[in-house]
């Protein structure tokens, strides 16, 4: 947040002496915009042969932009800790890396992980040193060093259902993972897995014990049902495969304000919960734009998301065929308008469940990655978008954050 600044000058600020008080005033906005000017904003880009990095000054006018970084590997997402600037990258190919200089040199910090597909890396904002590494077939890591060693979180095996998660669960999709590790700011020792196919469960105890959450949602895709799918992969119709994947969450998301407030990017909606996900509500923009994967919130509880579709694409794989938009749903999903300014309108896309970030700032800036390699940004809450990027690989996540 910016400083304040408040000069009092007693008499010296009267109405007989405008130009003294001219000069206080502009005294004081520059202190304001001095405190400011040294904080940048990087938006972090993970794609499948290594990683880019976009950055600014708080006005967002202007980009820079460095990388390739980590040639060679698949980075999925990227996860910055406040706490001591460290960068973090989880890679399908290594596991994690680590650069404690804003992603311009990385070491591999894998040790103790025994599964070195890396979907997701969680900071802990409670506890300094400490992280959380979701990996491929439901495997979750901690570590209290700062990534320097890991160890399994074993009491995933005895969660509620886990002997039905399976490995993989048809046409072709990613199979079995913890992709998503997600803290509560303000309550410790709680924070939220995805774990595909599976949904949504909460520890309240540091990960001794886990809660499923799932009351609330639909029993199944009935809105897609309709589709057909020509050519679909995997051994197993369209219809069979929405039937099974109505507890599938692909992405959920914390509000700053109130962190009881989750909202859901399911394969079958968009929901929302008041109660720390203990029962779901159903705020879909319409049937026809309920699926998608990313999704974000800012600090005023609007909510962001770009919906895809199946049964189109000519192969299992969701898509965008046509005219790119972002959905923008004012009062936590409770209003939505379709956005697209600025955006490209004749495209075959998808934006990924790590692709879609927002950040701190105010205005928010939203910013969001494809499949067919470009970062699109918004300063003016989606109104209008710029690309900020093209002609890289496939971007399979997108992390905007702000440093001093």
Not at 77 to 100: I, N, Q
Not at 301 to 320: F, K, L, M, R, W
Not at 361 to 370: A, I, M, N, S, W
Request: aromatic share 10%; glycine share 14%.
């Amino acid at each position: 947040m910016s400083r304040l600044v408040v000069v009092s000058c007693g008499r010296l600020l009267s109405k007989h002496n405008l130009q003294w008080r001219a000069k206080v005033i502009w005294w004081g906005l520059s202190l304001c915009l001095k405190g400011l000017s040294h904080k940048r904003v990087v938006i972090g880009v993970a794609t499948v042969d290594g990683c880019y990095f976009l950055e600014s000054d708080v006005g967002r006018g202007e980009w820079v932009r460095r990388g390739p970084y980590l040639s060679g590997e698949s980075v999925n997402s990227l996860r910055y800790d406040v706490h001591s600037g460290s960068l973090y990258a989880a890679t399908l190919t290594e596991g994690v890396f680590v650069s404690r200089d804003l992603g311009g040199a990385w070491k591999l910090s894998s040790r103790g992980l025994h599964v070195r597909k890396a979907w997701t890396i969680g900071v802990d904002p409670h506890k300094e040193g400490r992280l959380y590494v979701g990996t491929q077939y439901g495997h979750l890591f901690r570590s209290d060093d700062s990534g320097a060693s890991w160890v399994e979180v074993t009491s995933l095996y005895d969660a509620p259902h886990r002997m039905e998660w399976g490995v993989d669960w048809g046409m072709g999709t990613l199979g079995l993972a913890i992709h998503t590790v997600k803290f509560d700011h303000e309550r410790e020792g709680r924070f939220y897995i995805i774990a595909s196919g599976n949904g949504v469960y909460r520890t309240d105890d540091d990960g001794e014990s886990w809660k499923p959450l799932r009351s609330g949602l639909l029993e199944g895709c009935q809105a897609f049902n309709q589709r057909s799918q020509a050519g679909a992969g995997g051994g197993e119709s369209l219809e069979t495969h929405l039937r099974t994947v109505h507890k599938c969450a692909h992405k959920i998301a914390l509000s700053g304000r109130d962190p009881s407030r989750l909202y859901q990017q399911n394969h079958c909606g968009v929901y929302s919960s008041q109660n720390s996900g203990e029962a779901w509500y159903d705020r879909s923009p319409d049937d026809e734009h309920r699926h998608g994967f990313g999704i974000t919130v800012t600090d005023d509880d609007t909510v962001y998301t770009v919906p895809a579709y199946q049964g189109i694409c000519g192969e299992h794989n969701s898509c965008v065929r046509g005219e790119l938009k972002v959905y923008r749903g004012r009062r936590g999903g409770g209003v939505w308008e379709a956005l697209g300014a600025g955006l490209p309108r004749s495209v075959h896309t998808c934006v990924l469940r790590d692709a879609l970030s927002s950040d701190s700032l105010e205005p928010p800036g939203v910013y969001f990655g494809t499949t067919s390699g470009e970062v699109f940004a918004s300063v003016d809450g989606g109104d209008s978008w710029r690309r900020l990027l093209g002609g890289v690989s496939r971007i399979q996540g997108v992390e905007s954050f702000v440093v001093d």
